[in-house]
């Protein structure tokens, strides 16, 4: 009797410290669950490729060059969308910095010799609204910027006023619409210009113009995509080159920022628009590990020799943080919540 009541006792306690491990370990992921959030994140690389289509990140960097980190002029939580140009000799760097402590997107600006080592500069333009996609473009020997801000429900215009740290709002080009990423390019002696709209970011809408600043018509085939999210949100710069147009688009079908797809622009005049997808898609997608775990959504190339192309881009990764806010909660509430959240 005494040898099976000891056994019971000892059954008894063990189960108890099973149950009260299992509680204990149930409570801290809570407090995990609670506390700690996974955040995507966004930051920049450098590609090179012997093609518009076949970019890979060169052995003698480490990708990215360009990281949330690397902002000492505002809070930020990511970098992203970034635009380059090349002017004596000395590559600069235009990008979306998310300003943390406001929550919204202000351009930023980085600078390097050599298109690899990049040096961050600081907030180059800043607005009411969020601003993101700094595509910067150069015409009659000024610089200019169109900035996505379609928080502010319009396409707006910025020039250089002293390159490349002050930027001066010109005219508004387009309003009255959700108009995301635009992208702007020269052909045949106008200016075109696609843009996505719609809350689902799966149209995208053709401009023309015979002035950069006045009278923007839209195209009697747009919109020129409808209802699809493979191919209608631009995702960089359009390249035209060897009397071909090339547009990047953004493949957002399954996630947002999934992969980077292109398009040949086989037919643009002001009356038709055609247009084909390239045998080496996609030309940007995850990796599945690192800085760009989870997508890519941006490329920016540039020719720099024969058969050699550089571009900036842009991969998201996921990070755990500790969220603020929830913290703030808990000492507010003191600790019963502590209490409730570990089930105790």
């Known amino acids: 009797m005494y040898k099976t009541y000891k056994l019971n006792t000892n059954s008894q306690v063990s ?16 407090i995990a669950k609670t506390f700690v959030k996974r955040r ?22 480490s990708n990215p060059v360009l990281t949330a ?21 000395i590559w600069y760097m235009f990008f979306e910095v998310l300003n943390s402590l406001q929550n919204k997107g202000v351009i930023g600006l980085a600078t390097s010799t050599d298109a690899y080592k990049w040096n961050y500069q600081q907030i180059v333009l800043d607005e009411p609204f969020h601003l993101s996609y700094p595509y910067v473009f ?7 910027m169109i900035p996505e801000t379609s928080e502010a429900g319009s396409i707006r215009l910025y020039k250089a006023t002293s390159f490349p740290t002050k930027w001066t ?15 702007i390019f020269q052909y ?11 809350e689902a970011r799966d149209t995208l809408r053709l401009y023309y113009s015979k002035n950069l600043t006045d009278s923007w018509i839209e195209h009697p085939k747009s919109p020129v995509i409808k209802g699809n999210k493979n191919i209608a949100r631009p995702a960089g710069r359009v390249v035209v080159t060897d009397d071909k147009i090339l547009r990047y688009t953004q493949d957002c079908e399954r996630i947002y920022g999934n992969k980077v797809l292109a398009l040949e622009i086989t037919d643009l005049t002001t009356t038709n628009y055609q247009e084909k997808q390239v045998r080496e898609n996609p030309v940007l997608k995850a990796s599945g590990l690192g800085w760009n775990q989870i997508g890519m959504h941006h490329i920016d190339p540039h020719e720099i020799d024969k058969n050699k192309w550089i571009a900036c881009v842009d991969g998201k990764h996921y990070r755990f943080v500790i969220d603020p806010y929830s913290i703030r909660a808990f000492v507010r509430k003191g600790l019963t919540s502590c209490f409730k959240i570990m089930n105790l």
């Open 138 to 144: 150069k015409f009659q020997n000024e610089y200019y």
């Open 188 to 198: 045949n002696n106008l200016w075109w210009l696609l843009t996505a709209t719609s």
């Open 40 to 61: 995507s994140e966004w930051s920049i690389g450098i590609y090179i490729g012997e093609s518009l289509f076949d970019f890979a990140s060169p052995e003698k960097i």
């Open 69 to 89: 980190k690397d902002i000492t002029d505002v809070p930020a939580n990511f970098v992203a969308d970034p635009f380059m140009v090349c002017e004596d000799g």
């Open 169 to 183: 709002f010109i005219k508004t080009l387009l309003d009255q619409n959700d108009f995301v990423d635009p992208s």
């Open 15 to 30: 189960n108890r410290v099973f149950r009260l491990k299992d509680r204990y370990l149930a409570g801290m992921k809570n």
